[in-house]
């Protein structure tokens, strides 16, 4: 009488391959999204020209009361 294989019959090996891949690929895509730094904040801006005060002669000709 023969002993089994204590190692894998035929048809275990190619499923057990394709779940070493499986389980690569997703131990891969997890450590590259762990690793990923977040996005930088925008900088900010420069704040805007002063306007000129109302007194001024550009006030004169401007058409706000």
């Known amino acids: 009488m023969d002993r089994p294989s204590p190692f894998f019959r035929g048809s275990e090996l190619p499923r ?8 690569l690929a997703g131990w891969g895509a997890v450590w590259y999204f762990a690793r990923r730094t977040p996005p930088r904040p925008p900088s ?15 006030a004169l000709w401007s058409s706000r009361p």
């Open 16 to 23: 057990l391959a394709l779940l070493a891949v499986v389980t």
């Open 44 to 58: 900010p801006r420069s704040a805007p020209a002063p306007r000129p005060p109302r007194s001024s002669p550009t």
